[in-house]
Antibody, heavy 121, light 110 residues
Framework: QVTLTESGPTVVKPTQTLTLTCTFS??????????VGWIRQPPGKALEWLAL???????RYSPSLKRRLTIAKDSSKNQVVLTMTNVDPVDTGTYYC?????????????WGQGILVTVSS | QSVLTQPPSVSAAPGQKVTMSCSGS????????VSWYQQFPGKAPKLLIY???KRPSDIPDRFSGSKSGTSATLGITGLQTGDEADYYC???????????FGGGTKLTVL
């Protein structure tokens, strides 16, 4: 059974750095084809992809947010960390981490429950 | 504005069939695999369709996906009130080098 859980601060001040952790079980990020992605959703709006990391440490970022994002994995702890610098109120939303598998043709197969992050002074 | 275009809303009566579209381009849907996700209010998205037409084992065969050229379609037959949700399509855009989603379609079962 695959599970993912997001954790981190729920309120962040503008210009601060947001660090979110995805702790997962049921698969290994050391296994070929496995990946974890981050997707966010502003209140009442659509899904927006942020970043991906694969078993081989291949990292992909949203071009519009690339300069502000860092994704890293700790396979021994079954965790993926997303860092976003210089946050702004427009970064408010629910942040999801999701399991991605190349064997599922790149789909986000399992999702965490999400964490609502509010950027406000 | 989303790279993939979905109608904001669709509706149909219980028991009927509904389809919803996802329009893209030659750099995304045209050459990559499309996924569909179902999202209930306040809940995380759930994978419905992957690789354009395949269903995870826990998804009933009332849900189907298809792709033609640069467009994809999600179909739902035997509509139930419990199918009322937002539906998103997603795929990789090779030119943009990013995962792209549609703006979502809200399904109402009248």
């Amino acid at each position: 059974q695959v599970t993912l859980t997001e954790s981190g601060p729920t309120v962040v001040k503008p210009t601060q750095t947001l660090t979110l952790t995805c702790t997962f079980s049921g698969f290994s990020l050391s296994t070929d084809g496995m990946g974890v992605g981050w997707i966010r959703q502003p209140p009442g709006k659509a899904l927006e992809w942020l970043a991906l990391i694969y078993w081989d440490d291949d990292q992909r970022y949203s071009p519009s947010l690339k300069r502000r994002l860092t994704i890293a994995k700790d396979s021994s702890k079954n965790q993926v960390v997303l860092t976003m610098t210089n946050v702004d109120p427009v970064d408010t939303g629910t942040y999801y981490c999701a399991h991605r598998s190349l064997f599922w043709f790149g789909a986000f197969v399992y999702w965490g429950q999400g964490i609502l992050v509010t950027v406000s002074s | 504005q989303s790279v993939l275009t979905q109608p904001p809303s669709v509706s149909a009566a219980p028991g009927q069939k509904v389809t919803m579209s996802c329009s893209g381009s030659s750099s995304n849907i045209g050459i990559n695999h499309v996924s569909w996700y179902q999202q209930f209010p306040g809940k995380a998205p759930k994978l419905l369709i992957y690789d354009n037409t395949k269903r995870p084992s826990d998804i009933p065969d009332r849900f189907s996906g298809s792709k033609s050229g640069t467009s994809a379609t999600l179909g739902i037959t035997g509509l139930q009130t419990g199918d009322e949700a937002d539906y998103y399509c997603g795929t990789w855009d090779t030119s943009l080098s990013e995962e792209v989603f549609g703006g979502g379609t809200k399904l109402t079962v009248l």
